[in-house]
């Protein structure tokens, strides 16, 4: 893979890997990669014995998004679209619809949210692959619809970039029936 490194805690009990611990970014050498494993597994086996750690390539940085699906009692799948990483649960900036989805509606799910002007480009800064953003909550829309066995999807964070995005994380539920 070469350098920068991530290394993430790998377990179907822990869902939210940070908060315990459960990821360590940019390590650049053997030695903290080493450190970094061991640290990752010391606090997640507390959790689940059976705890795995990845290594995944540093992606570059970019503006935190998130996608998500979830199963509502009252109108079945529902998409999500906001401001991802820490900023979903800290700003709760995101917009719903009912699945399925068309273009217009995943544009306009962007247009929604407070953090709109991240998209559009602020302050010098170029404006993101909307294109690949509206493919990939078009995407997720009909990946639930041909597959309905989903209960929950989450794609957090994904990266977005002016010349398009990088899925970094994905949680996926299958419905118990």
Request: include cysteine; proline fraction near 7%.
């Amino acid at each position: 893979l070469g350098f920068p490194v991530v290394l993430k805690v790998s377990s179907s009990i822990l869902s939210h890997k940070s908060e315990v611990g459960g990821v360590k970014l940019d390590l650049k050498d053997g030695e903290s990669v080493s450190k970094a494993y061991h640290d990752i597994l010391a606090k997640a086996e507390s959790h689940d014995s059976r705890a795995q750690v990845t290594v995944q390539k540093m992606a570059p940085p970019g503006v935190e998004i998130i996608a998500g699906v979830n199963q509502d009692p009252q109108f079945g799948p529902v998409i999500m679209f906001g401001m991802g990483g820490i900023w979903v649960e800290i700003l709760k900036d995101v917009s719903f619809r009912i699945i399925p989805i068309e273009p217009r509606d995943a544009r306009d799910m962007m247009s929604e949210i407070k953090g709109r002007p991240l998209i559009e480009g602020y302050r010098g800064n170029p404006p993101l692959d909307k294109d690949k953003i509206v493919q990939l909550l078009c995407s997720l829309s009909q990946m639930v619809m041909d597959y309905p066995l989903f209960q929950e999807v989450d794609l957090n964070p994904v990266l977005a970039y002016p010349d398009g995005i990088m899925v970094v994380d994905a949680r996926m539920v299958i419905k118990a029936d």
